[in-house]
């Protein structure tokens, strides 16, 4: 096989998995409530397990500031399957954990380290992926194998979404709040060896060899990334908030829909599951467009068409019985997003030279997704909790119109070697 062939379907492949193991819990999250959480405990909430979900965010960015700085002084290879066995088997121990019943408070304890090592691996995850398929790949490639691991990671979602549900579907609600739960986190665990063993194959980056040789490694990237690329960090923050928040707000939705529209638990998760889905599908087209015309058009294109449908979706959502319309900003919302889906990592990548990529990516990604995308869930129920069920829609065309202000005055690199920046 093909190595630039082979390099795809391995890092996508393997993103697939551990996003899969890493978004179980809050499609979870009623379960776990309840089996860790319980009502005598006073926090009989769903919100403690969102609170959860955002501490696994806020450990994100510690993980990629471990992970990329030893990847741009040490290499990209090692750490980047460290990253997944941590993953593998931090979710191997939520599956074996024993409940509240059992351990008392200790068990929703041991769930939030749990929890943390599972961010800590994702920290170096993403960034790690993109930044090592980008530097083994041609400047007009880029767009596609970094659009790859994207919708890799997208399908983790969709992948966890429909194993939930069919959780539910085949054992029925009370075997899965009782034991069929720690089924997903166990088959979760099994993947992520597996993508551990692709990742063995792989070999070191021309980009990193060429630093090396060089003698060009920094003995503190972080440092150097803050001193002397700011405005690069401004940019790719906000840009990756956009991805952030929008996977934030799906992840959410089937216990929206749930909770405070009253829909089905089956209906629930397929809204989710299709958005996804058409994220992964579209985001393919869009990265192989953007190898040829640039990031940017894309990105401006997004936020033109986001604003005006995210807030249209929620309010057709919330206030008429036409499921047309419904889906019709549906899709529209999706096939924005894909235009920035499949298009940031490779923006960010563009932004940062060798010596410094690793981190400057990891800092941007795991930025935007531990502040923006892990507080949305919590921002989210607080203000529909308090009657703002608007509050989704309000939330996307934020950062969508964001979008139109952080592409002012930035320099589309797409056509540029990596080796050149």
Not at 10 to 19: A, K, N
Not at 172 to 194: K, S, T
Not at 248 to 262: D, G, K, R, T, W
Not at 329 to 338: E, Q, Y
């Amino acid at each position: 096989m093909n190595s630039l062939i082979r390099l795809r379907l391995i890092t996508s492949l393997s993103s697939t998995l551990e996003f899969f193991d890493f978004t179980l819990l809050i499609f979870l999250a009623p379960v776990l409530a309840r089996n860790f959480f319980p009502d005598q405990s006073g926090l009989d909430q769903i919100m403690p397990v969102l609170m959860l979900f955002f501490a696994g965010y806020l450990a994100r960015f510690a993980g990629g500031f471990l992970f990329s700085h030893w990847g741009d002084r040490f290499g990209r290879k090692r750490y980047y399957q460290y990253s997944i066995i941590l993953m593998s088997f931090s979710t191997l121990g939520i599956a074996l954990l024993p409940t509240h019943a059992t351990l008392g408070s200790l068990a929703p304890c041991l769930l939030f380290i749990l929890r943390l090592l599972q961010g800590i691996s994702l920290g170096g995850e993403i960034p790690g992926a993109v930044v090592f398929a980008a530097e083994h790949s041609p400047a007009r490639k880029r767009g596609i194998v970094t659009g790859l691991i994207v919708s890799g990671v997208t399908l983790g979602n969709v992948l966890a979404s429909v194993f939930v549900m069919s959780l539910f579907s085949y054992f029925g609600e009370a075997a899965v709040y009782d034991w069929a739960w720690r089924l997903a986190f166990a088959a979760g665990a099994i993947l992520g060896l597996i993508g551990y063993w692709l990742r063995q194959s792989l070999t070191e980056t021309r980009a990193y060899k060429t630093l090396q040789l060089q003698q060009k490694q920094q003995q503190w990237p972080a440092k150097a990334l803050i001193k002397q690329h700011g405005r690069a960090l401004w940019q790719g923050t906000f840009l990756a908030a956009v991805p952030a928040v929008f996977v934030s707000v799906l992840l959410f939705f089937p216990h929206y829909q749930q909770h405070y529209l009253n829909h089905s638990l089956i209906t629930s998760f397929s809204i989710t599951s299709i958005g996804f889905l058409l994220v992964v599908t579209l985001s393919i087209p869009v990265a192989i467009i953007s190898d040829l015309c640039g990031r940017l058009t894309l990105i401006n294109t997004c936020a033109l068409l986001l604003t005006p449908a995210s807030f249209t979706c929620f309010y057709l959502l919330n206030n008429s019985g036409s499921e047309f319309y419904i889906w019709l900003c549906f899709i529209l919302i999706a096939t924005s997003m894909s235009l920035v889906m499949g298009v940031y990592e490779a923006a960010m990548i563009e932004l940062f030279p060798t010596e410094a990529r690793y981190s400057g990516v990891a800092f941007c990604h795991n930025l935007a997704f531990s502040l923006f995308g892990g507080l949305t869930p919590l921002l989210l129920e607080w203000l529909c909790n308090h009657g703002v069920m608007l509050a989704p829609g309000i939330i996307l065309s934020t950062f969508a119109i964001n979008l139109l202000f952080l592409t002012y005055n930035w320099k589309d690199r797409y056509y540029l070697s990596l080796r050149k920046l």
